[in-house]
Every structure is written in structure tokens, then in C-alpha cells.
């Protein structure tokens, strides 16, 4: 669909999951509204009012790709960050609630949920298998104890990548909690997999920038009657919920990214599958130490180990070659020892600087998967000399 480049030569990028290029489409767009619909929605006037009204219109396209109800609430954050925030600081839990979540899942959730502790709310993070999927025993022990007041998951593991049923669970909790919060952090999934909200999913975030959209816009479903706290005060936008001047803009390029992303969706899926499934055949067959750990993983990522060479070496040397993947989220890309979140993966401390993660995108091609598996390979080749 488009390529990557610079004056040098072609840019190989597979670090999708961290974020995406952005759609020609999209790019577009965006120069279009920024000459022509720069009005504040908020303003009295017509300008005004007409981009309110599309803003409006936008948000019912947005709980549709989501197979929600039309009177259900979508409203534009600056970020999933913000959303998962908003919904885990806006629910004015007090002392004796119970929460569960996911120590291996994205800062953004892990973070201020751990933060909760200090209001003597009991945090309980949900066990994982070795495989990366819940420990399904040890969430129903927990749900036959305990009373939960909110649960947050992630439908798609940032850095494993693996793929959760996230409205089977979300029953399952709702049967021994009914009045539980069950929110999805469904970032690495929407747009890329089939992502809907049931009667179990309380609230939802997603972004642009996953999805071949713009950074600085994202999205959070709330289900209707639900009451959250705004994070931010002030200025009455978006129903008093979330204060801040509406970036026309950003949303309704949101909104192109999205459309274009669904669009044929389960087609999509295929290729990439495919696309993946041929990146680790090449590097299992050629590179023996390779360990893969994860199971039922998303089409868009691939994490796996690789002892006795640390990743910061092997990406620097793909630099080199304009090539361009990830270790761990880019969230939490700056820890150079002990992680958390591999932690909680169950990978053992002594391989945390070995792990690898390819993610792919709308972008990625046959042409340059192709490229890019003879140059890994080449560079391994080239540093395998260091494994003692």
C-alpha cells in the first residue's frame, strides 16, 4: 500500500505494534481539515456547530465498528493511556474493593492500578501460563472468594501478543460480581482483529496511531447510565465528561483510519497470519537457540527469545541495514534489566534482554517480509560469533 524511505534506501519496518505509519489516505485528510475545518466546535457559530454535528456523527461510526448500542457513550482522549486512566481513576473506588488485572499488561493499566493501593483497595493480579494465556483455575478460585469492583484485561498482550477471549472471561466474572466494571484495553486489537463490546463490557479503549491513524487521538466507550469521574475538568466538552477543545481534525482522521483498517478485515488477517507464520518457519529452521514461548498469539506479533546475544546488539546492527523491530513495548522500551512485565510473563530474568518483538502492520508485504527474514538472518550470521 505505500513504503517507508529514506535518501539512503528502503526502510524495512516491522515495529508496528509500537505504532504505525500513517495512511496516505489519512495524510491527506489531514491537510484537508486543517486548512478548512480549523473552527472550534465548541464556538456558537456555524462553523462551529457543523463540526460539532460531524463530531457527533463520527462517534456513532465509532460504537458501530464496535457492534455497540446507538445510546451508548464513545468519547475522543488524547490517548489509550488517557482512556484506561480515566476509567480506572474515574470509578472513585474506595477502601475494601477488589480489583483484578494483569501485571504483563501495558503500563497505562499496570501503572495506576498498582497506584490504587494506596487508598487500601486490594489489587490482585491474575496468574498467567507459561503458554502466556490466564490461568483459568485460578480466576475462578479468586472469583469464588472475593467481590470484585472492577476487572481491567486487554483483549491482544502488547508484548506477547497473545489473544484473550475477552467477553468469555467478562461473563465469567459478571456471573459471581454482576455490578463488577469490566473494562477492555483493546489497543492492539481494534482494527486489526474483531473487536466488539457485549453486554458484559462496561468500557472500552482504542487509538489511531495502532491503526495507520495520527498520534494524540484516541477513543473510550462507556456503556450507557455507567457514572466515571472525568479525568479532566473544565471546559464542559464531550457532555462535561472529558474538558478540552475537540480536535476535528485528529478525530475525523481517526475515524478514515479506522474505516480503511475494518475494511475486509478477516481477508487481511489471513495475509498477515501468513506473513508471520513465514517470518518464524525461516527463523526456527535457521537459528536453532530461537525459543517462542508464547500460544494463540495475534497475527501482528511475534515475540521470541534469542540466549546469548543481547537484543540491543542485534537491533543496532539492524539499524545499520535501515531495519526496524522492537524488544518490548515502547512504553517500557527504556528498561534494561529486570522486567516487569516479562516478569509476569513468566520469562526468566536471565533472558529479559533477549527478547525480540516483530510486529507487522497493514503495510507489510510479501516483497518485504522477504527482504527483511534474509537480512535478520544475514545479521545473525554476522553476530553469532558472541553466543559463548
Request: one cysteine or more.
Amino acid at each position: 500500500m505505500y513504503k517507508l524511505q529514506t535518501m539512503l534506501k528502503p526502510v524495512l519496518y516491522f515495529d508496528h505494534a509500537a505504532t504505525t505509519c500513517l495512511y496516505p489516505e489519512v495524510i491527506n485528510l489531514l491537510g484537508e481539515d486543517f486548512t478548512h475545518h480549523f473552527a472550534n466546535p465548541s464556538s456558537s457559530h456555524r462553523l462551529g456547530h457543523d463540526l460539532s454535528q460531524k463530531i457527533t456523527s463520527i462517534k456513532s461510526i465509532f460504537l458501530n465498528t464496535i457492534n455497540a448500542n446507538i445510546e451508548d457513550n464513545f468519547y475522543f482522549t488524547s490517548s489509550a493511556t488517557e482512556s484506561n486512566n480515566t476509567i480506572i481513576n474515574g470509578l472513585n473506588l474506595v477502601s475494601g474493593d477488589v480489583v483484578l488485572y494483569s501485571k504483563a499488561d501495558h503500563p497505562s493499566v499496570v501503572f495506576p492500578i498498582e497506584n490504587l493501593k494506596e487508598k487500601n483497595i486490594e489489587v490482585i493480579s491474575l496468574r498467567l501460563l507459561k503458554s502466556g494465556q490466564f490461568d483459568h483455575s485460578f480466576l475462578e478460585d479468586i472469583l469464588s472468594k472475593k467481590n470484585i469492583s472492577m476487572v481491567v484485561l486487554s483483549q491482544v498482550n502488547h508484548q506477547s501478543g497473545n489473544m484473550y477471549d475477552v467477553k468469555k472471561i467478562a461473563e465469567l466474572i459478571k456471573k459471581s460480581s454482576p455490578k463488577a466494571h469490566v473494562h477492555i484495553d483493546a489497543v492492539q486489537a481494534y482494527g486489526k482483529i474483531k473487536t466488539d463490546v457485549s453486554k458484559q463490557i462496561d468500557s472500552m479503549s482504542i487509538t489511531a496511531h495502532k491503526i495507520g491513524g495520527p498520534k494524540g487521538i484516541a477513543g473510550l466507550y462507556l456503556k450507557k447510565n455507567h457514572q466515571i469521574k472525568p479525568l479532566f475538568v473544565g471546559g464542559g466538552q464531550q457532555s462535561g465528561f472529558r474538558a478540552g477543545t475537540e480536535n476535528y481534525p485528529l478525530v475525523n482522521a481517526f475515524r478514515e483510519a479506522a474505516q480503511i483498517s475494518l475494511l475486509n478485515l478477516s481477508e487481511k488477517c489471513l495475509v498477515i497470519e501468513g506473513l508471520k507464520r513465514n517470518i518464524e518457519e525461516h527463523i526456527k529452521k535457521n537459528i536453532s537457540q530461537a525459543m517462542f514461548p508464547f500460544t494463540e498469539t495475534s497475527p501482528y506479533i511475534l515475540t521470541f527469545i534469542i540466549p546469548g546475544i543481547s537484543t540491543d546488539i542485534i537491533l543496532r546492527h539492524l539499524e545499520m541495514k535501515n531495519i526496524f523491530i522492537g524488544t518490548t513495548s515502547a512504553c517500557s522500551g527504556r528498561i534494561k534489566a529486570f522486567n516487569p512485565t516479562l516478569a509476569a510473563l513468566d520469562i526468566p530474568e536471565k533472558f529479559h534482554k533477549n527478547i525480540l518483538r516483530i510486529s507487522l502492520g497493514s503495510s507489510t508485504n510479501q516483497h518485504d517480509t522477504s527482504l527483511f527474514i534474509n537480512e535478520f538472518l544475514s545479521t545473525w550470521k554476522e553476530l553469532s560469533y558472541l553466543i559463548k
